[in-house]
């Protein structure tokens, strides 16, 4: 999964965009940005990609998402099927943190909204989406230009008050503004691209001419925590999309996300969810 540079600087006399995209599925384009972008599902489910955190997302997902954060909505398999006639639409929203002046959110009034931008830089989804700020983000659409700063300041204003959390990692983020970010990028596209496959902290030393030690030491100062263990939660994070899908049953999905035994799996899956396999996805049944 390649790391592409989206540069959106052409898009001349705006200071923001806004946009209703409806499309068969979202773009497999593993990405960054100069630009903050807050967006809103209207349609499709898949997981979602924010620097190193991965979770499904699905209709009234919103997320705010920091200047050059890693990202990618990926669509279900479903979406790609050449007789499929299910859409992905949202509302996308795309800003540089100065594009009211370098003083514009420093004063004293914007702290909340400073605040919430700074967060941002760890990629923020939100909680509870209220019918009421669905409209309202649909409606920026339509508006003027003048109209569309003033509704997004309101609008981030809201959200500074509102709830929500934090998805990627701060090692992840902190090296991205390294001179690291290179290696970086290699490695994360092969962990991203055999996850669910037999590898080992070994295979990715080799793969950036380390030595296992300091690979070690190395991923553990971006991560805080050791290879095996993020390992293990990014593969989790796909064995839940498969258990909601629905699609297989709890043995085979332990295999497709990686796990070599099926003890495994529910050993890590109730350390990383605090519940077994089987648990989780009666009580997400129970919700519905």
């Not at 100069?34 to 499904?56: N, T, Y």
């Not at 109209?147 to 934090?166: A, M």
């Not at 030690?213 to 263990?229: D, E, L, M």
Request: proline residues 2%; aromatic residues 12%; contains cysteine.
């Amino acid at each position: 999964m390649k790391l592409h540079l989206l540069n959106r600087s052409s898009i001349a006399d705006s200071s923001l965009t806004v946009s209703h995209n409806l499309f068969p599925n979202f773009l497999r384009i593993w990405h960054f940005h100069m630009e903050f972008e807050l967006v809103l599902i209207l349609q499709s489910s898949g997981m979602r990609f924010v620097g190193d955190s991965i979770e499904k997302f699905d209709v009234g997902d919103l997320v705010l998402i920091g200047k050059n954060v890693p990202h990618m909505w990926l669509n279900d398999e479903a979406y790609f099927k050449n007789d499929s006639t299910s859409q992905a639409e949202a509302i996308a929203i795309h800003f540089e943190r100065n594009f009211l002046g370098e003083a514009f959110f420093t004063v004293p009034e914007m702290q909340q909204i400073r605040q919430l931008l700074d967060a941002a830089s760890l990629g923020i989804k939100f909680e509870y989406i209220s019918d009421t700020l669905i409209e309202d983000l649909k409606h920026l659409v339509n508006l003027d230009a003048t109209s569309k700063i003033i509704k997004l300041i309101d609008l981030l204003n809201i959200l500074s008050k509102h709830k929500y959390q934090t998805l990627s990692s701060s090692g992840f983020v902190n090296a991205y503004q390294k001179t690291e970010n290179r290696r970086l990028d290699k490695m994360y596209e092969y962990i991203f691209q055999n996850f669910n496959k037999p590898i080992s902290s070994g295979d990715i030393a080799k793969l950036l001419f380390m030595n296992n030690s300091a690979f070690s030491r190395f991923f553990r100062k971006v991560h805080r925590k050791p290879f095996t263990k993020y390992l293990n939660e990014l593969r989790i994070g796909y064995a839940c999309k498969l258990l909601l899908a629905g699609d297989q049953s709890v043995t085979s999905i332990g295999y497709l996300c990686g796990f070599n035994n099926i003890s495994n799996f529910n050993r890590q899956f109730k350390i990383i969810k605090g519940e077994s396999p089987t648990s989780y996805l009666q009580n997400i049944n129970d919700k519905v």
